[in-house]
């Protein structure tokens, strides 16, 4: 049994509710020189591309996903993850699944050219009615974009965590239960529904007495806010889940996430059995 399936197993046993589960997902960032065992690389997609919402979610349910650079579906994400260059200026070469959104919503679908990862960082994609790029928008000619102006959205994503300049080979989505039983993950996300957030915050409290700064925005929050924070700033981040996580992956409307560093996962876990009989979770409206 590995740590992290260890690690789990006493924060759900702690929490007092039987048949309790909480979605987890581990991830683990293969970049530079970094070997990538043979079971990840087995793990890739074939034949098409994930998003890393879809990712994530799949690894929740038990199965390891592997996106590189060739299998990832969402090219924000691939920024954020620092797969491809924040300003490469060429589209991405084949079928990625948020693209192929915009493509399917634009009128004239055989003059439908791309988005490159720099017209998502310039704000062009996320600000598409009032650029002028219709192609862009993901529901259609009345789709106002996602944010009002290109000078808001560039404003927010200089605000979004990413991991730049790139030199990430791999990405490697899994749960506690994976083969591979020495693979150490970089950050743990835990999907929980309000009342069980209450319970992992007050867990992590207990031994440590710091609290837990939120920064959250609207869009890239499972790749930028809930894996590529944490990781960069080796602190917990909370967010809720965004357009891609909600319509794509299909995140249920009472779960929102919580990401944090491995290390302070080990740390939640035993502050939920040693604060156990502080915080009667089985009592909270809602816990069963």
Same mark, same amino acid.
């Given at each position: @049994?590995?740590? /992290? +399936? $260890?690690?789990y197993?006493?924060?759900?046993e702690?929490?007092?509710?039987? #048949? /309790?589960?909480?979605?987890l997902?581990?991830v683990?960032?293969?970049?530079?020189?970094?070997i990538?065992?043979?079971?990840? /690389?087995?793990?890739?997609?074939? #034949?098409l591309?994930?998003?890393s919402?879809?990712?994530?979610?799949?690894a *929740?349910?038990?199965? #390891?996903?592997?996106l590189?650079?060739?299998?990832?579906?969402?090219?924000a994400?691939a920024?954020?993850?620092? /797969?491809v260059?924040?300003?490469?200026?060429?589209?991405?070469?084949?079928s990625?699944?948020?693209?192929?959104?915009?493509?399917?919503?634009?009128?004239?679908? $055989? =003059?439908?050219?791309?988005?490159?990862?720099?017209?998502?960082?310039?704000?062009?994609v996320?600000?598409?009615?009032?650029a002028?790029?219709?192609?862009f928008a993901?529901?259609? +000619?009345? %789709?106002?974009?996602?944010? +009002?102006?290109?000078?808001?959205?560039?404003?927010?994503?200089?605000? @979004?965590?990413?991991?730049?300049?790139?030199?990430? !080979?791999?990405?490697?989505?899994?749960?506690? %239960?994976?083969?591979?039983?020495n693979?150490?993950p970089?950050?743990?996300?835990?999907?929980?529904?309000?009342?069980?957030?209450? !319970?992992?915050?007050? =867990?992590?409290?207990?031994?440590? #007495? $710091?609290?837990?700064?939120?920064? @959250?925005? *609207?869009?890239?929050?499972v790749?930028?806010?809930?894996?590529?924070?944490p990781?960069?700033?080796?602190?917990?981040?909370?967010?809720?889940?965004?357009?891609?996580? !909600?319509?794509?992956?299909?995140?249920?409307?009472?779960? @929102?996430?919580i990401?944090?560093?491995?290390?302070?996962?080990?740390?939640?876990? +035993?502050g939920? $059995?040693?604060s156990?009989? *502080?915080?009667?979770?089985?009592?909270?409206?809602?816990a069963?």
């Open positions: @049994m590995t740590d /992290l +399936k $260890k690690a197993d006493c924060m759900i702690s929490m007092g509710v039987p #048949g /309790l589960q909480i979605p997902t581990a683990k960032f293969f970049r530079g020189n970094d990538i065992p043979e079971t990840v /690389l087995n793990c890739r997609p074939q #034949g591309t994930i998003t919402c879809q990712a994530a979610r799949q *929740g349910l038990g199965d #390891g996903v592997c590189t650079r060739e299998t990832i579906g969402c090219v994400a920024i954020t993850f620092g /797969l260059g924040q300003d490469e200026d060429i589209p991405l070469e084949g990625r699944v948020y693209i192929d959104i915009m493509k399917e919503h634009y009128e004239n679908r $055989k =003059a439908f050219t791309p988005p490159s990862p720099k017209d998502f960082t310039d704000g062009i996320y600000a598409c009615k009032a002028g790029r219709e192609e993901l529901f259609g +000619k009345e %789709d106002v974009g996602r944010y +009002k102006d290109v000078e808001t959205a560039k404003s927010a994503i200089r605000q @979004m965590s990413a991991i730049q300049p790139p030199d990430t !080979r791999a990405v490697f989505f899994f749960s506690y %239960d994976f083969e591979e039983g693979l150490i970089d950050v743990v996300v835990l999907s929980v529904r309000p009342v069980e957030l209450t !319970r992992v915050i007050q =867990a992590y409290q207990y031994n440590t #007495g $710091k609290r837990v700064n939120a920064s @959250m925005g *609207g869009l890239r929050v790749n930028s806010d809930l894996i590529v924070r990781y960069l700033t080796q602190e917990i981040n909370v967010s809720t889940y965004c357009l891609g996580a !909600r319509l794509i992956a299909e995140y249920e409307g009472d779960r @929102m996430g990401g944090m560093p491995y290390g302070v996962f080990l740390e939640v876990s +035993k939920m $059995k040693d156990r009989t *502080g915080f009667p979770f089985h009592q909270y409206p809602g069963c």
